[in-house]
């Protein structure tokens, strides 16, 4: 099982950068998909960007560009650096494990989700 930790957000002005972490607890996180979603409030849950077990990455059109994820597996983490924030960054962000990743989509798991990192970006 994995369970997903994420951590970085924090508050930054408009045109700055975060870099956010998911860790996760389990050994076999280097064979799991991964995938970064954010929630503003009132608004649905979103995917920002995902990587595969190979590193296959697909990203959000909002972000592209913006946005790069990698992942350590040796350190069981997977990162999310944003940069050129916007304020429509604003939003809790979100870790999710064990999805599948499948020709440029991500669909979710749907335990394995961490309690989330809040952004936000003032203008």
């Known amino acids: 099982q994995v369970h997903p930790v994420e951590s970085g957000g924090g508050l930054v002005q408009a045109g700055g950068s975060l870099r956010l972490s998911c860790v996760a607890s389990?050994?076999?996180?280097?064979?799991?998909?991964i995938g970064w979603y954010r929630q503003a409030p009132g608004a649905q849950r979103e995917l920002v960007a995902a990587?595969?077990?190979?590193?296959?990455?697909t990203y959000a059109d909002s972000v592209k560009g913006r946005c790069t994820i990698s992942r350590d597996n040796a350190q069981n983490t997977v990162y999310l650096e944003m940069a050129s924030l916007k304020p429509e960054d604003t939003a809790v962000y979100l870790c999710?494990?064990?999805?599948?990743?499948?020709?440029?989509?991500?669909?979710?798991?749907?335990?394995?989700w961490g309690q989330g990192t809040q952004v936000t970006v003032s203008s």
């Open positions: 990587i595969s077990s190979s590193g296959m990455t």
């Open positions: 999710n494990a064990g999805g599948k990743y499948y020709r440029g989509h991500y669909a979710p798991s749907y335990h394995y």
């Open positions: 389990d050994n076999t996180f280097s064979i799991n998909d």
